[in-house]
Each structure stands twice: as C-alpha cells, then as structure tokens.
C-alpha cells in the first residue's frame, strides 16, 4: 500500500508534466511537510520551481535535500 507521501510526489511529477507548475508545487511542499526527511519531496518541488523558471527556489530546494535528508552511517 502506498503512503500519502508517495502518491502526493507521484501527482506533483504528473502535474508538472502537464503544464499544472503550481499544483506541483502545491503538491510537492504537501509531501514535505508530511514526510520532511524524504527528499523526493524536495527534489519535485525543485524541479517545479524550476520549470517556473524560479531559478534561486529550485537550487534551494536543491539544496534542502543535503541539509534534511542526509542519511546517518554507522
């Protein structure tokens, strides 16, 4: 079964391949608040900005992923 924070990343990346830039956005900030240590999130969100053509966002969000979501070696 699929957790809401996959199905909100999977309709940020539809929504973005149909034109739909700030439900993708919309979306994409839904899953990181529901899941903030998972990067897909970031990474969509990025992507949207990006294609809004808000450069300074998307290498934000960009750079989110290394700051929140690093995974911690033992």
């Not at 990343?9 to 919309?26: K, P, T, V």
Request: aromatic residues 6%; positive net charge; glycine residues 6%.
């Amino acid at each position: 079964k699929l957790d809401q924070h996959v199905l909100l990343a999977n309709r940020s990346a539809a929504n973005l391949a149909a034109g739909r830039i700030f439900n993708a956005i919309d979306d994409a900030a839904a899953v990181i608040a529901t899941k903030p240590r998972w990067p897909r999130g970031y990474f969509r969100r990025g992507k949207a900005q990006l294609a809004h053509q808000d450069v300074l966002k998307g290498v934000r969000s960009s750079n989110e992923i290394a700051l929140k979501c690093t995974m911690r070696i033992e």
